[in-house]
């Protein structure tokens, strides 16, 4: 799925490219991509692009009187549509401009997650946007602090929890533990000072990481990609310490973390890795 820093270098250059186009046409391809009923999305025909932004793993597309929030879910993209076919492969609803250019959203698979939900007022406020936590690229040592200090969980699990922490998913919570040298298992509340400085740093490395890499390409990379030092990267080599890079693997998601690096040598409990070992 992407994350922050997929979705904010796609934000820009959207922005970028159609800010200030008039909405001539918002036009759902499918019954389940538009996912509310009020405000219209008619309300939004005639009005200017104000401009593209980014909350959490949401894209933000502001016509003044009301925002279109695009969640790409696993396999969306959201693009400039230059065939404008009347049934577009995967296409699950478009945009259509007063000059004669689109944005067309697509969801690959069969999942059809992807949606578009249209609110007025303040975004924050509303579904699908009510409730998300700070950014995780703005996120300061405090509220930090205070979060893992109330959330007693895995710190994994605590740093993919978007009303926790919105933005990162799989990829950046298995990176931030292994940049951090903090287990994906370690107790969100038994973290010391250090931990929580050695986490917010990794956050802040992993994210402009990320950034720089997705700034620098035309379109949204995908998945395999993407700069990573464990995710993806399990039975290879850990690029810090020469130990094997270790899975714990789960029905939807995989924790890859390095046993040298991060847990003090321990191997998590996992009867899978050993298909990856020789
Ligand atoms: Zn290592």
């Not at 993919?160 to 990162?168: E, F, K, N, V």
């Amino acid at each position: 799925m992407p994350e922050l820093p997929e979705i904010q270098a796609h934000a820009e250059r959207l922005d970028a490219g159609f800010a200030g186009a008039t909405l001539e046409r918002f036009h759902p391809l499918t019954f389940t991509a538009l996912k509310t009923f009020s405000p219209a999305p008619e309300t939004a025909h005639g009005h200017e692009l104000v401009y593209v932004g980014r909350r959490g793993k949401h894209l933000l597309l502001d016509f003044g009187e009301v925002t279109f929030v695009v969640h790409l879910m696993q396999g969306g993209r959201l693009k400039p549509d230059a065939k404008q076919a009347a049934k577009p492969r995967n296409g699950q609803a478009r945009w259509r401009f007063a000059d004669g250019r689109a944005l067309l959203l697509t969801e690959a698979g069969t999942e059809r997650k992807a949606g578009v939900w249209v609110v007025d007022g303040d975004p924050e406020e509303q579904e699908p946007l009510l409730g998300l936590g700070p950014e995780a690229d703005r996120i300061d040592k405090a509220t930090l602090t205070q979060l893992l200090r109330d959330n007693p969980m895995r710190l994994h699990g605590f740093l993919r929890d978007q009303h926790l922490i919105a933005g990162m998913g799989r990829l950046l919570a298995n990176e931030v533990c292994h940049r951090a040298r903090l287990s994906p298992f370690a107790n969100t509340a038994k973290l010391d000072g250090d931990d929580v400085n050695q986490l917010l740093e990794a956050m802040q490395v992993c994210i402009n990481e990320g950034l720089a890499f997705e700034r620098g390409l035309d379109e949204m990379s995908s998945s395999a990609d993407r700069p990573a030092h464990v995710h993806n990267r399990i039975g290879e080599t850990c690029l810090e310490c020469g130990d094997v890079v270790r899975a714990v693997e789960y029905s939807r998601y995989t924790v890859a973390y390095c046993a040298s690096c991060q847990t003090g040598g321990k191997v998590l409990a996992d009867n899978t890795t050993s298909k990856f070992l020789k």
